[in-house]
């Protein structure tokens, strides 16, 4: 049987576009936030069976996957901005969030923010607080500590495409088939179009830097202790390879998030949804129903 895609839609955001997927319906949106290097297209495999519970929307960041790729410093600001901007064109109201890596730390930052309007939170594998290099996954960290080198970054990331060849297929458990690879590879041909691929490392909170992300990472780390009334789910996995979330940050999480629900699966590397689409979809349909989110009740 072939899967049908959800529709493909485009926004016209600030100056650029923001490409978005949809599918299902209802009245409280469903919106699925990717990190890097990835797209809208790491959640192939979970709208499917998200959708039968309500709308979903998932988009492409800002320079990343289709979308627009404008000449900016692709910095947390500027991804926030433009995210806000999609969120301001679609004219979403109350959503719930899910988020992987960087998305998530967009989800928590867009929450924060906007007070309300989040009824719920999702994640995985993603920045939960500012760290110390010493927290920091010791097999990534020679390799981070190169891209946020300056010179030796550029060499490997813009030069050598060294995260979407080298860093995308040794963090996933599976193996990538060349189709997956050509997709998430596409939206970067060039050296300049590969510059958000760089500064997401180098935006990393570690050792008190770069300060401007750090203080929003403590931001939204207050928000999610002070916020009872939203309900939280992590999705856990036992590691795999490039696992960002160790026991220790989970336990972290479980102690300093309110409303916090804690699912933990089978093995699968940092990008979990390519390792393990079904289990997300299982438990994000069950806490949702749980909860009563996509339809406003409460559970």
Known sequence: MVREEPAMPTAHVLDSTIFYREAGAGPVPLVFLHGNPTSSYLWRDVLPAAEASGRCLA?????????????????????????????????????????????????????????????????????????????????????????RTPGAGEALVLDENAFIEQALPRTVARKLSDE????????????????????????????????????????????????????????????????????????????????????????AGHHTPEDQPEAIAASLVAWLEKHGLLSGAEG
């Open 59 to 147: 988009p492409d960041l800002i320079g990343m996957g289709e979308s627009g790729k404008p000449d900016i410093a692709y910095t947390f600001d500027d991804h926030a901005r433009y995210l806000d901007a999609w969120f301001d064109a679609l004219d979403l109201g109350e959503v719930v969030l899910v988020g992987h890596d960087w998305g998530g730390a967009l989800a928590f930052d867009w929450a924060a923010r906007r007070p309300g309007r989040a009824r719920g939170i999702a994640f995985t594998e993603t920045i939960v607080k500012p760290m110390s290099w010493a927290e920091f996954p010791a097999e990534a960290r020679p390799l981070f500590e190169s891209m």
């Open 180 to 267: 997956d690879l050509a997709v998430y590879a596409r939206p970067y041909p060039t050296r300049q179009s590969r510059t958000p691929l760089l500064q997401w490392p180098r935006s990393m909170p570690l050792d008190g830097e770069p300060a401007d992300v750090v203080a929003r990472v403590s931001a939204y780390d207050e928000w999610l202790a002070a916020s009872p009334d939203v309900p939280k789910l992590l999705l856990a996995f036992e590691p795999g390879p490039g696992t960002m979330m160790s026991a220790g940050l989970i336990g972290w999480c479980a102690a300093h998030m309110s409303a916090l629900e804690i699912e933990t699966h089978g093995p």
